[in-house]
T-cell receptor, first 116, second 111 residues
Framework: GAVVSQHPSRVICKSGTSVKIECRSL??????MFWYRQFPKQSLMLMAT?????????EQGVEKDKFLINHASLTLSTLTVTSAHPEDSSFYIC????????????FGPGTRLLVL | LAKTTQPISMDSYEGQEVNITCSHN???????ITWYQQFPSQGPRFIIQ???TKVTNEVASLFIPADRKSSTLSLPRVSLSDTAVYYC????????????FGAGTTVTVRA
């Protein structure tokens, strides 16, 4: 199946700093990517839709100024957590549909963020 | 987005067949049904997808009745490594691929 990678796999940062997480589609182009957040023992929660060439669309309750999304190319989307605080500690996962006409999307391995 | 309902947890033993039924009463005409598997600290992994009737691949089968208001994932002869959370989702290209995850089903396989 199609491969989606994320970098870094885990990151620890101090409160108040910004952290950038990359999501790459390795063997296909993705005009759309999705970002999710998952807290321990909970399900995935959709945060935003990353659109190549246009602004990201955010789900209700997600602060767009805190979670900056940039879809720089057809294979790369980045999520920057600005001024991170301990409550932002979570597991961040991206996904992308491999091609138009397919109904499946593939998920990255996730990035564990710990804010001290 | 269509909402899905699954059992919170299921227990099984190695070698048994596990069937997880998911309800999606509000499924739209163009929605596909997709099941994912997730291990701790990993992203969800695609298992199987279908639109209607029955789909089978090397790891699972998916049964979808004619009204499509539910679906059943069947895992044959589970092993300890099948212990995971299983998510049933509906959607697809028609609704811009947006997925709404429910709580999922935690399947625990014991020796």
């Amino acid at each position: 199946g199609a491969v989606v990678s994320q970098h870094p796999s885990r990151v620890i940062c101090k409160s108040g700093t910004s952290v950038k997480i990359e999501c790459r589609s390795l063997d296909f182009q993705a005009t759309t990517m999705f970002w999710y957040r998952q807290f321990p023992k909970q399900s995935l929660m959709l945060m935003a839709t990353s659109n190549e060439g246009s602004k990201a669309t955010y789900e209700q309750g997600v602060e767009k100024d805190k979670f900056l999304i940039n879809h720089a190319s057809l294979t790369l989307s980045t999520l920057t957590v600005t001024s991170a605080h301990p409550e932002d500690s979570s597991f961040y996962i991206c996904s992308a549909p491999p091609a138009a006409g397919t109904e499946t999307q593939y998920f990255g391995p996730g990035t564990r963020l710990l804010v001290l | 987005l269509a909402k899905t309902t699954q059992p919170i947890s299921m227990d099984s033993y190695e070698g048994q067949e596990v069937n997880i039924t998911c309800s999606h009463n509000n499924i739209a005409t163009n929605d596909y049904i997709t099941w994912y598997q997730q291990f701790p600290s990993q992203g969800p992994r695609f298992i199987i997808q279908g639109y209607k009737t029955k789909v089978t691949n090397e790891v699972a089968s998916l049964f979808i009745p004619a009204d499509r208001k539910s679906s059943t994932l069947s895992l044959p002869r589970v092993s300890l490594s099948d212990t995971a959370v299983y998510y049933c989702l509906v959607g697809g290209e028609y609704n811009d691929y947006k997925l709404s995850f429910g709580a999922g089903t935690t399947v625990t396989v014991r020796a």
